[in-house]
C-alpha cells in the first residue's frame, strides 16, 4: 500500500528541513572568518547576506511547521531530494553576489557542481576570486561528499530516527557501523585525518614550487577538498595544469584513489585487515578496468608521444576516480582521439566504489554485471538440474544472488539511459554526438572533465539539463523516484 501524505506529513518535513537548513548555515560561518582575516569586506556582506537569509528560512520554517508525524523512510527520502535542490540554491548567493557569474542559474549551476561534487564550471575571471568566495566553493564540495544531510545529522539531534533513510537516500547503501549516526562521524572522522595528511603533502610540494607559505597553504587545503572529494574545482582557471607540477599531479592521484575507495573498506583497513585491499572485489573490478582502459588509451595516444600518455593517464585516473583534475591545456582533450576519449568516457561512466565521494555507475554495480555473465555461461555449461551459485569477496564471502543482479542491473540501466537522454539533448542544440555524450556521462557521473560545451554561452535549457543531471546522479536516483511517487499519490487522493 502506498502512503498518501496529508498536511502533517509535509509540516514534518518542512520542519526537518528548516533543522537542516540551520545546520548547513553554520558551514557559511568558515568563509565569514576567513573574510574577516583577510580583511575581504565586500565578499564578507556576500556571505553575511548568505548566511542571514539560509539561517532565517531555517528558523522561519521549524517555527511555523512543528513535526505533527513520526518521520518515516518517505519523509527521509523526499527531504534529500529537496534538501538538495534548496542547499544549492542557498549556497549559491554568496557565489551570485561575487560578479563572477552573468547569472543566478549560472551561480545555481557552480552551487549544485560544488555540493555534487561534480565540477563543471560557469564561473568568469577564476583567478580574481576572493579567498573567501574561494573557500566556500571548496567547502561545498567537502561538505557534498561527505553528505549534505548527514553533514548536518551530525550537527542537529532532531530526525535521527530516520537517519538510515537519510544515509541511503544519498547514495550510500552500506553502513559502516550499526549506528548510522556513528557512521556518520567515521566518515568524517577519515576525512579529517586526510585532510591533515593532504594539506601538509601538497602544502609542501607548492611551497616548494615558489608559492608563497600563506598561498600554498590555502592551495593545498582546496586542493585536497577537490581531490579526496573528487569534486575537481580548483582556484586557478588552468586547473592543475597551472602549477606545472609532476610531484603535484602524483600526489593527487593517489587523494584522488582515497576518495574513489569505499568508506567501509577504510574502516576495514583502519580498524581490522589490511589484506582486504588485496581481496575486495570492488578493488579488483577497479584494477582491472584501469588496466583495461589505459592499454586502450596507450594504443590511442602512442604516436603522440610518451608525455601526452602521461597527461591521458592523469586524465583517465581523474575520470574513474570521478574528480575532473585535468593537467591538460584549455581544448587540448578535443584533440584525443576518438578512441582514447571513448576510454575516458568509459572510465567517467563506471566511476568508483560504494559509499564513497565518487558518482558513476559504481564498481560492485559494473563488477557483478560482468560477474553474472560469467555465471550464466558457466550454468549452461552445467548439467541440466545442477544449481550454481558464484560468490565474491566484498568484506566477506557473498553470494551473487538474484537480489544484487536484479540491483546492479537496474542501476546500470538508470544511469546508461540518463547518459544517453543527456547527449541526445545536447545534440538537439548542434554539438557533435560525441562532445554531447562526453559532457552528459561527466554531469551524470558527477565527474567534471569537460570537452567546452559547459560555458556561460551554453543555452540555458542545457545548463539547466546538467544540474538535474548532477542533482540527479548525486543522489542516484532511487530517492527522487520515490519523492516523485509520493508527490504523485497526493495528486492521487
Known sequence: MIISP????????L???????????LFMIIPIIVALIKGEYSPLLDFLIGFAFSAGLGMLLTLIFPIKKEASWIHAFFIVSLGWIVFSLLGAIPLYLSTHFSS??????????????????????LDHLSISHNMWRHLTMFIGGQGIILASLSILTRARSVALGFYIGEARQEKILPNVIATSRFIWKVSFVYLILGVITFSTILYNQGLSGQRSFFHALWLFFASFDTGGFTPQAQNIAYY?????????????????????LHFWLWNKSKKEIFRNFEIRTFFFSICSLSLILYFSLIKMGPAMFRKGFYQLISAHSGCGFTNLASGELNHFPALGLLAIIFAMMIGGGICSTTGGIKLMRVGIVFKSFFMEIKRWMMPFRAVYKDRFHHLQSLVLSDKRIKEAYLFFFIFIFTYAAGAIIAMGFGYPASEALFESVSATANVGLSVGITSPAMPLVLKLVYIFQMWAGRLEFIAIFVSLGFILSLFRR
Open 6 to 13: 496529508d498536511r502533517r506529513d509535509f509540516s514534518t518535513i
Open 15 to 25: 520542519n526537518i528541513l528548516g533543522r537542516l537548513i540551520l545546520g548547513l548555515s
Open 104 to 125: 543566478f542559474i549560472d551561480a545555481w549551476f557552480e552551487s549544485m557542481s560544488g555540493f555534487s561534487t561534480t565540477g563543471l564550471i560557469l564561473i568568469q575571471d
Open 244 to 264: 606545472h607540477s609532476f610531484s603535484l599531479e602524483i600526489a593527487t592521484v593517489v587523494f584522488m584513489i582515497l576518495g574513489a575507495i569505499n568508506f567501509n
